[in-house]
C-alpha cells in the first residue's frame, strides 16, 4: 500500500471519528484481509453496527446490515468526502437504507435520501441475482433514529 493511499484513508476514518466523539469506535490493523478496519457498535446514538474499512490499497468501505458501499480512489479528495459525507448522513439520520425482501431474503439494499417531497434511491449497496419470484415483496427501512 502506497503511504499516501493510506494517509488518505487514516484521514477520512479520523474524521468521522472526530465527527462523533460521544461514539464508541474501535480501529485495528490487525486483520489479514483489511489494510484498516473500524467498526462502529450500536449503541446509545446509533441504532444499528456500522464498519467502515481501507482494503486494496486505495478502496474505503462501508457496510451495515445488507447495505455494501465502495469509494476508490480514497486518494482524490472527491472521494473521501463523499465517504465521509454518507458515514456522517448515515449516523446522523439524514438518510435511509431502503430493503426489499422476497422469499425471506434481502434481494435489494438501496441508500436513500429525502428530495423534494419524496425518497430517492443514491445507491445500490445489494443486489442478488434471483430468478423472476411472484412471491410478495416486503420493505424494510432502516434509518438511525427512527427504528423502535
Not at 441504532?47 to 468501505?61: A, P
Not at 425482501?101 to 423534494?116: D, E, M, P, R, S
Request: glycine content about 8%; aromatic content about 10%; proline content about 4%.
Amino acid at each position: 500500500m502506497s503511504e499516501e493511499s493510506y494517509d488518505s484513508g487514516m484521514a477520512a476514518l479520523s474524521a468521522i471519528k472526530g465527527l462523533f466523539p460521544h461514539l464508541e469506535m474501535s480501529l485495528s490493523e490487525d486483520d489479514p484481509n483489511l489494510d484498516v478496519n473500524m467498526d462502529i457498535p450500536a449503541q446509545p446514538g446509533l441504532d444499528f453496527d456500522i464498519n467502515l474499512n481501507l482494503q486494496n490499497f486505495d478502496e474505503l468501505h462501508l457496510a451495515t446490515g445488507k447495505l455494501w458501499m465502495c469509494w476508490f480512489p480514497c486518494t482524490e479528495r472527491e472521494n473521501a468526502d463523499n465517504f465521509i459525507g454518507t458515514v456522517s448522513d448515515l449516523i446522523r439520520g439524514n438518510c435511509r437504507i431502503f430493503e426489499t425482501i422476497q422469499g425471506g431474503q434481502t434481494v435489494k439494499a438501496n441508500l436513500q435520501y429525502f428530495v423534494g417531497e419524496e425518497w430517492v434511491s443514491k445507491s445500490n449497496g445489494l443486489m442478488t441475482f434471483r430468478l423472476p419470484s411472484f412471491r410478495r415483496k416486503t420493505y424494510k427501512i432502516v434509518q438511525n433514529g427512527k427504528n423502535s
